[in-house]
């Protein structure tokens, strides 16, 4: 069985300080990961994944997450916060080998104070 | 490049009225097709996904029902919509039979019953 777990449901940062979004995760299968973001009445525009290559990984807009197995985390960082994003992200964790087994994380809002 | 379009963008429907959003993906051929649901402060649930024309997989019973008529279009109905049916609806796409590839999401359809 698979899990996703967000262990903050809010942040808040001021403009210009690191984000840290903590993600932690369950599973059975050898997993993909993934980081989607959403603004207000938006979809979901994903940020970076994870599949079993490189452990740091880079995404749009400066993000970068890291998987740790020892650890079953895959936190989201950016080295400084823009106004521009302010939004609800999502953490994601699938079966590589099924595309029917994707579980979606509760979300965390982010705020970015001026 | 691929695209995906959601119609309408927002629709208000008194309770007991029928309902159809629909969905299409443009750039691409046999996508694995998705329907979520997100309440107002909540995570996604997913509703259907369908892997090929005609092949539709419920993942939670309601008196909604989706269809796929063509291999890039997805459609989501109720015969009689009910108070708890209110939120925003989302379809996405993904290519392949393994959790590895992520999902692409449409802008939603904010659905609001009175």
């Known amino acids: 069985a698979q899990s996703v777990t967000q262990l903050d449901s809010h942040v808040s940062v001021s403009e210009g300080t690191p984000v840290l979004l903590r993600c932690n995760y369950s599973?059975?299968?050898?997993?993909?990961l993934f980081w989607y973001v959403q603004h207000p009445n938006k979809g979901l525009q994903l940020l970076l994944k994870?599949?079993?290559?490189?452990?740091l990984v880079k995404g749009i807009n400066g993000f970068e997450a890291e998987f740790k197995k020892s650890e079953t985390s895959f936190h989201l960082t950016k080295p400084s916060a823009h106004m521009s994003d302010a939004a609800e992200y999502f953490c994601?964790?699938?079966?590589?080998?099924?595309?029917?087994?994707?579980?979606f994380g509760p979300g965390t809002s982010l705020s970015v104070i001026p | 490049s691929q695209t995906i379009h959601q119609w309408p963008a927002t629709l208000v429907q008194p309770v007991g009225s029928p309902l159809s959003l629909e969905c299409t993906v443009e750039?691409?051929?046999?996508?694995?097709l998705y329907w979520y649901r997100q309440a107002a402060g909540r995570g996604l649930q997913l509703l259907f996904y369908?892997?090929?024309?005609?092949?539709i997989s419920s993942e939670v019973p309601q008196n909604l029902s989706a269809s796929r008529p063509q291999d890039r279009q997805f459609i989501l109905s109720s015969k009689k919509l009910l108070l708890s049916d209110s939120g925003f609806y989302l379809c996405?796409?993904?290519?392949?039979?393994?959790?590895?590839?992520?999902?692409?999401f449409g802008d939603g359809t904010r659905l609001s019953i009175l």
């Open positions: 996405a796409w993904s290519v392949g039979q393994g959790g590895d590839q992520p999902q692409h």
């Open positions: 599973s059975s299968y050898s997993p993909s």
């Open positions: 994870y599949t079993s290559a490189a452990t």
């Open positions: 994601v964790v699938s079966d590589r080998t099924s595309y029917d087994k994707v579980i």
């Open positions: 750039g691409t051929s046999n996508p694995n």
């Open positions: 369908s892997v090929g024309i005609g092949q």
